[in-house]
Structures are given as structure tokens and as C-alpha cells.
């Protein structure tokens, strides 16, 4: 089975800071990975994925990953964070038929 | 495109008392899902459906229903509510689930349910 660990459940950022929010995954093939983002009381969106075409990944909203076989890690960045990237944000490991999510990090931004 | 659309948003339930969620898409979607969301655990999958009339369990099936006679729709059946079914649930669906591609998934906006 695959799984991810978030190895932070909370980060604090001041706005126009650099974020960085931690993941590693267990796979035993290549996996395909993603960010998604839940804006409070909202659904969740899909940041950016990772499918093997290319190790750095950019998605929306200035968000970037970088998939690290070596350290089986999947880190997601943003050089500077912005007051709307308060969000909870999980990192996704698909396994067979399904998704499996790590238990998210709260992302909280100081003005 | 309506996307993925859940009803209720919200709901109550009394301990035994059975209710239906509901889901459905209009992106002539494969695959469909449900989740159910527990602070500091994620996301879990619950069932689900890789084509109409084809369901299947996924890591927490127990106490639910589902069925998916159409494309579209894939309701999800509480049979006797507990209070261990207090959560906020999510549907997604996603183009197809075949093959090592990743399709995204889309989410619904939630049902939150309270089961006293």
C-alpha cells in the first residue's frame, strides 16, 4: 500500500515569507503524488500533481513541488506567501483504486 | 458545468435514524468516490464506483451504502446512524481510474452531518 506522512500539522508564515510544507511518501513503484488545498468550510482543489514527467512541478497560485526519489520526499513551496494561502493543505499518494491522504497541515499567514 | 454537487450541506441526524446523501456530476465522469473527513486523519475513503453498476468497498465501508445506476449519480446510504458517523463527507469523481495515468479528481463541497 501506498502512504504519505505531512511532517508538519501546523506552519505559521508572515505574509510575503517563503512557505514550505513537508511530505513523504512510501511506494514501492513510482507514484503519482498531488497537493490539494481546503479553503475553510470549502471542498478541495487540486494544487499541482505528480506523475513522473518531470521532478519539479508547478501548480496554481504560485505553488511549487519537488518530487525527490532519494529522500522519497515531496515538499511544497511558495517563495511568498499571500494572506489567501491560509488553507489546510494535504499531500496525496494515489494507491490502486483510491487516494490516500496524509492528515493535512494548517497553514496559518501573518499580516 | 455544475461540477460535483452534494446535498444536504448540512445535516442532523438522530442515533438509528437512516438518510441518503446525495452526489452527482455532470463531466460524464467515470469514476466517483466518497470520502469522509476526522480532524488530524484526513481524508478516508469509504466506497466506490469505477462505472454505473459497479461499486465496491473502500477503507471504511462499514454502516454505509452506496449503488451507482447511472453515470451521474452515486447517493450514499447511511443504513443506522452513530454518533461515529459524525463527520464531514465528500464526493469526487474523475474521468476514468485506468492505467498508472493520474486523472484529478474533483471534489464536492461536502455534507456535514452530525449524529447525536
Known sequence: AQSVTQLDSHVSVSEGTPVLLRCNYSSSYSPSLFWYVQHPNKGLQLLLKYTSAATLVKGINGFEAEFKKSETSFHLTKPSAHMSDAAEYFCVVRDDYKLSFGAGTTVTVRA | ?116
Open chain 2, 1 to 116: 458545468n455544475a461540477g460535483v454537487t452534494q446535498t444536504p450541506k448540512f445535516q442532523v441526524l438522530k442515533t438509528g435514524q437512516s438518510m441518503t446523501l446525495q452526489c452527482a456530476q455532470d463531466m460524464n465522469h467515470e469514476y466517483m468516490s466518497w470520502y469522509r473527513q476526522d480532524p488530524g486523519m484526513g481524508l478516508r475513503l469509504i466506497h466506490y464506483s469505477v462505472g454505473a453498476g459497479i461499486t465496491d468497498q473502500g477503507e471504511v465501508p462499514n454502516g454505509y451504502n452506496v449503488s451507482r445506476s447511472t453515470t451521474e449519480d452515486f447517493p450514499l446510504r447511511l443504513l443506522s446512524a452513530a454518533p461515529s458517523q459524525t463527520s464531514v463527507y465528500f464526493c469526487a469523481s474523475s474521468y476514468s481510474w485506468r492505467g498508472a495515468r493520474a486523472y484529478e479528481q474533483y471534489f464536492g463541497p461536502g455534507t456535514r452531518l452530525t449524529v447525536t
